[in-house]
């Protein structure tokens, strides 16, 4: 029977186990979740609400359906960590108000190797102080105040705060209203979720490293822990020659960057980007050549390049008089079919790759043999025939692959007769000071492109395996980049502004709620970068590998028996 009703003073809270909490109209979301899970083993740093991220200090004014998102989720540690930065941020502001802190890059073991601008490095004893007031701070649990303010008065505050570059960029965003927030009596924006207080952030270290130092926290496999810390020394001399590029072409962040599109400089910054790559892949060729190995391999996870990498390297090296031949592990996937008869899910586990008839078709190769290579149809799934080959004496292969650098795939050690590059895309281009561009959103919007474009796969078909691709990364493919002679980085400056108006209207058509989350999260980033169409991306590029136009996917070194090409 229906009657008149009235409003309720309280609301209800459904958890996904099934129970029901009520508190009063306004309760913060923090308050349930702690209710429902008052001791936990993992802590929940934000909650979705009816399918919509929220941020546990905001207060819940009707019924709603409650997930809490935890440590151990991605989202999870992303909030946690920006979090963090922001804790770092504010405890240097108060200590050292005149030092610029520049959060740099990502650190294998977990954690931002940061440094300060314009003066020497902090020593340990100031390091010491930060990290101690940091832990000040979370002992007493302080607030991280949140205001919502009008666009402009928000770039006005940080305007005047001396920080153009972050008032330009927020005075570009398509918002009329930004969070901006407080510790003590610094402020920022970090465009995106926060927790409601630093007690929620326990989990850290400040190291010092090189000229500047490490902020430690824990990864979300194991996240009340923090790993050993370990030397990264050569992974760190990439992001410091990367860094030096950025200097040369004189861009720092998003908004120099997006400058340069509309001072007319970016044709400049794109070719030069360019020959920057090219001048080390020659690097690259000449220490081979002067070690003379039989063969290279060439690692890396998805969508960083390898395979344009691959035949612009052995371009060089058929220029200083060798003779590459490359062969991709990713033609030696196993059949779609096959891959579900053995409980496979994706070609990121090392199982997916047969491994038995590639040591069959390399051990043949060497002895001299000639022998059909397979061709890997990714819209198909199946394993076609491809070239025929037949090495020379003095030829040198080019394996390249997601698992290259596994010893599973050369079970041998053939010592100096084996040349080990990893490639990836180590992005440095940051949106400010304090906020990163991870290097893994860099290759998923590159993924994105390219499954549309050459897979046949729709954004929320790489969305949905994207979780399963990083678990196979972490273990078949970072495990072994120590591994590695060389290493080489396959980040463009430019790059997200071309890929823009690529992957913007694919972003917007995802529709199932845990996925849109995520690409609501990618589209907040790639709409900071104003869109460049990139016709003098030039055909060689590493980026045509994901936009297409290039003129490498189809290229392979002679002599090959050309009469033999069966691809179409």
């Not at 709603?64 to 935890?70: M, N, S």
């Not at 001072?263 to 070719?271: K, N, Q």
């Not at 037949?390 to 292969?397: G, M, Q, R, S, W």
């Not at 430019?494 to 989350?517: D, G, H, I």
């Amino acid at each position: 029977m229906v009657k008149e009703g009235k409003a309720r003073d309280t609301v209800l809270v459904f958890f996904p186990d099934g129970r029901i909490l009520e508190g009063p109209v306004g309760t913060k979301l923090e308050e349930f979740v702690a209710a429902a899970y008052p001791d936990p083993t993992v802590p929940a740093v934000a909650a979705l609400v009816d399918g919509e991220l929220r941020e546990l200090g905001e207060p819940l004014r009707r019924d709603a359906e409650v997930r809490p998102i935890f440590l151990t989720d991605s989202e999870g540690i992303r909030i946690y960590t920006r979090s963090l930065s922001f804790l770092l941020a504010a405890a240097v502001a108060e200590l050292f108000p005149t030092s610029r802190l520049i959060i740099d890059h990502s650190v294998p073991f977990g954690g931002y190797y940061c440094w300060v601008s314009g003066r020497s490095p902090f020593s340990g004893e100031e390091l010491a102080r930060i990290e101690g007031l940091m832990r000040t701070w979370v002992e007493e649990n302080r607030p991280i105040e949140k205001r919502i303010l009008p666009a402009s008065e928000a770039a006005r505050i940080f305007a005047e705060q001396g920080r153009p570059q972050k008032a330009a960029l927020l005075s570009a965003l398509n918002a009329s209203a930004i969070p901006l927030y407080r510790l003590g009596s610094f402020q920022d924006h970090l465009f995106g979720p926060m927790v409601p207080s630093a007690g929620y952030l326990q989990y850290f270290r400040l190291h010092p490293y090189h000229q500047g130092f490490i902020l430690q926290f824990p990864r979300r496999e194991r996240p009340t822990e923090l790993a050993p810390v370990e030397d990264y020394h050569a992974l760190w001399q990439v992001f410091e020659e990367y860094g030096r590029w950025l200097e040369l072409l004189g861009v720092y962040d998003v908004v120099t960057m997006n400058e340069t599109i509309r001072s007319g400089r970016i044709t400049e910054i794109i070719l030069v980007s360019e020959a920057l790559h090219e001048q080390r892949i020659a690097q690259l060729a000449q220490t081979i050549a002067q070690r003379n190995p039989k063969i290279v391999l060439i690692a890396g996870p998805s969508s960083s390049g390898k395979t344009t990498f691959t035949k612009r390297l052995a371009i060089q090296l058929l220029s200083l008089g060798l003779r590459p031949y490359p062969v991709s592990l990713d033609d030696y996937f196993l059949p779609r079919e096959e891959m579900a008869r053995r409980g496979l899910t994706d070609f990121d586990d090392i199982s997916a790759v047969d491994l038995p008839f590639f040591h069959q078709q390399m051990a043949e190769l060497l002895a001299g043999q000639t022998v059909t290579l397979p061709y890997f149809d990714f819209p198909t799934g199946q394993r076609k025939p491809g070239l025929t080959l037949k090495l020379h004496e003095d030829a040198l292969l080019l394996v390249e692959g997601l698992h290259a650098l596994n010893p599973a795939v050369l079970p041998e050690d053939l010592g100096s007769e084996v040349f080990r590059i990893y490639v990836s895309a180590l992005t440095q281009l940051n949106i400010d000071d304090h906020v990163r561009i991870s290097t893994t959103d860099t290759r998923l919007i590159r993924r994105i492109v390219r499954d549309i474009a050459f897979r046949g796969y729709s954004a929320e078909q790489t969305l949905s395996l994207w979780a399963n691709v990083r678990r196979g990364e972490k273990r078949f493919i970072f495990p072994f980049q120590g591994r590695a002679d060389a290493m080489f980085n396959t980040a463009l400056v430019y790059e997200w502004n071309v890929l823009r108006s690529r992957v913007e209207p694919l972003l917007l058509q995802v529709r199932r709620p845990r996925l849109r989350l995520e690409a609501e999260r990618l589209l907040g980033i790639v709409q900071l970068f104003t869109p460049y169409p990139g016709e003098e991306v030039p055909a060689t590029s590493i980026l045509r590998e994901f936009i297409g136009g290039g003129i490498l996917a189809g290229y392979y070194p002679s002599p090959f028996e050309r009469a033999t090409w069966r691809r179409t």
